[in-house]
C-alpha cells in the first residue's frame, strides 16, 4: 500500500519558519510529481506549491511564493516545503502528494497524505 507520511509541523510565531516533510512508503518520488496543498476547516483544500518529476520545474500559489521552497531528496526518498516568513494566514493542515504529472488540481492527484498540523501565532 501506497503511504505518505507528514512531519514537521507545529506552533511557530509570524515571521519563524518550518520544514515540512513528506516521507512516502510504497512508492518511489523519481517516478512522481509532489506537491503540497493546504486545508483548514470548513474551506476547500488548496493548492500550495509542486515539484516535477525531474525537479526542474516548480509552482507555488501566488500567496506562498518568495516565502516557501519545495524540493525533493530523490536519494532519500523524500520531499520538503521550506515555510519562511510565516503569516497567521498560513495556519492549515498540509498535506503531501503524488501524481503522475505536475498539476496544481486536487483531481490530478492519485495519493495522498494524513496532513501535518501547522499554526502560525501573532
Known amino acids: 500500500q501506497v503511504q505518505l507520511v507528514e512531519s514537521g509541523g507545529g506552533l511557530v510565531q509570524a515571521g519563524g519558519s518550518l520544514r515540512l516533510s513528506c516521507a512516502p512508503s510504497?512508492?518511489?518520488?523519481?517516478?512522481?510529481?509532489m506537491a503540497w496543498f493546504r486545508q483548514v476547516p470548513g474551506k476547500e483544500r488548496e493548492f500550495v506549491a509542486a515539484?516535477?518529476?525531474?525537479?526542474?520545474?516548480?509552482e507555488y500559489v501566488d500567496s506562498v511564493k518568495g516565502r516557501f521552497t519545495i524540493s525533493r531528496d530523490d536519494a532519500k526518498n523524500m520531499v520538503y516545503l521550506q515555510m519562511n516568513s510565516l503569516k497567521p494566514e498560513d495556519t492549515a493542515v498540509y498535506y503531501c502528494?503524488?501524481?503522475?504529472?505536475?498539476?496544481?488540481?486536487?483531481?490530478?492527484?492519485?495519493?495522498w497524505g494524513r496532513g501535518t498540523q501547522v499554526t502560525v501565532s501573532s
Open positions: 510504497g512508492l518511489t518520488t523519481t517516478r512522481y510529481a
Open positions: 502528494a503524488a501524481a503522475r504529472l505536475l498539476a496544481t488540481a486536487q483531481k490530478d492527484y492519485n495519493y
Open positions: 515539484i516535477s518529476r525531474s525537479g526542474v520545474y516548480t
